[in-house]
């Protein structure tokens, strides 16, 4: 009985995050960050993994090909470090009428996150795909991430594994 509350109770793997995560955003765009991880957790309990948080199902996003994260901002006070990657942040400068630079803005170096004026705090996040990536090369990505749970990831190898019984 033990093994069984085991194998209910998995963390998932980064990788399998990453192909669940392919899979949501194929067909739509996500609102939120809660959105996401919640749709995320609704594929993953099928196979009897344990969920993810919206903070995990935000990481591993930005590390995906592809996937375009949106950050809406509110008031609150300037960051050191981006609120989303926790990577650093690029200042951008103007000069007042008096000559004088000021901080107009910070924009992160790796993800999408721009703050301005007195809009510094994350409020919401939205993920799509982004425009330029077709459906083809998130699929090429994914055979890439291939994992023990989830062997058949594309539809290639779904073709040649139907060939091979045929043959």
Not at 10 to 32: A, W, Y
Not at 46 to 70: F, N, S
Not at 99 to 110: Q, Y
């Amino acid at each position: 009985m033990k093994r069984k509350e085991k194998a209910r109770n998995r963390i998932p793997k980064d990788d399998v995050v990453e192909f669940v995560i392919r899979e949501v955003l194929r067909g739509k765009n996500v609102r939120t960050q809660a959105e996401l991880a919640e749709l995320s957790c609704d594929v993953l309990k099928g196979r009897h993994i344990r969920g993810i948080t919206g903070r995990r199902a935000r990481m591993v996003a930005l590390r995906i090909p592809g996937v375009k994260m949106r950050v809406d901002t509110r008031n609150g006070p300037m960051p050191e470090r981006c609120p989303c990657c926790s990577s650093e942040l690029e200042k951008i400068y103007a000069k007042d009428l008096s000559g004088n630079r000021i901080i107009v803005g910070m924009e992160c170096t790796k993800c999408s996150y721009r703050g301005h004026g007195k809009k510094w705090v994350p409020r919401r996040y939205g993920f799509e795909i982004a425009e330029g990536e077709t459906k083809k090369n998130i699929l090429s990505s994914e055979k890439s991430h291939g994992s023990a749970d989830y062997p058949n990831n594309g539809p290639d190898e779904k073709a040649r594994a139907h060939k091979k019984r045929n043959n």
